[in-house]
């Protein structure tokens, strides 16, 4: 399996969520159309959780890498937290919080962290991608093409082509394929593509909006044993 210091943390996490039930196929939208569905959805938003399945794929090797877990974030005043609890192959914890990511693997008793100074709205901007955040934030991040309606999962989805910004993230991320439900303003599916031909596809299902989450779903369960690491050691 690729080490986590081997892909960039934001890619990892710039996962969001989805609706599954069958739904009557909406009227065509246009690319404003879906982000001001979008913008609705994230005026909206308070908390949710979802079942993910991530799938990352090393072309170097040609081997995919899948895994699954559960996906919680809430809005805590103007800041978005996340918690990523991956189940299969093993257990681990991704935490977004206080403007740092965590990366924490019981299995070893290791903690990375990752500061986020200085970067911090442009990861928001990754983690909240067509969930939490809006279709004029989508804007400033991203240009944004319009690829036109697909179905994914039963549901009438706006397909979506971004491109960072950011020479900092293009550095790492090329582009960015995200399905938006067209009924919902939400993301149902998105895919991250490497420079080097790597790219990563994430999946949401069991979705619950206004999901009531516990305090302590956003903490880390570490013990005396756990070390705290950066990537630079």
């Known amino acids: 399996m690729r080490p986590f210091c081997r892909i960039p943390a934001i890619v990892l996490f710039g996962s969001l969520l989805c609706g599954f039930a069958l739904q ?23 908390s949710a959780q979802a079942d993910f399945v991530w799938d990352q794929y090393q072309k170097v090797v040609d081997e995919h890498d899948t895994q699954k877990g559960t996906v919680y974030y809430r809005r805590v005043g103007k800041e978005i937290e996340m918690m ?3 189940k299969e192959p093993d257990a681990k914890f991704v935490l977004y919080k206080d403007g740092k990511i965590q990366i924490y693997q019981p299995k070893i008793e290791q903690v990375i962290v990752y500061p986020t100074t200085g970067n911090q709205s442009e990861i ?19 240009e944004v093409s319009y690829l036109g309606e697909e179905i994914v999962g039963g549901i009438a989805t706006a397909k979506l082509e971004l491109i960072p910004k950011s020479e900092k993230f293009r550095n790492n991320v090329s582009k960015i394929l995200l399905w938006i439900d067209l ?9 991250f593509f490497l420079l080097q031909g790597d790219n990563r596809l994430a999946q949401y299902s069991s979705v619950q909006m206004k999901a009531k989450i516990g305090n302590d779903v956003f903490q880390l369960k570490t013990t005396k044993k756990t070390q705290f690491v950066s990537p630079r050691g």
């Open 24 to 46: 009557a196929k909406p009227e065509i939208c246009s690319l404003e159309c879906v982000l001001e569905k979008m913008d609705e959805a994230a005026s909206n938003f308070r």
């Open 84 to 86: 990523a609890e991956i």
């Open 124 to 142: 928001e901007s990754y983690l909240v991608l067509g969930f939490g955040g809006s279709g004029q934030d989508l804007k400033k991040s991203f």
């Open 183 to 191: 009924s919902r303003g939400i993301s149902l599916q998105q895919q």
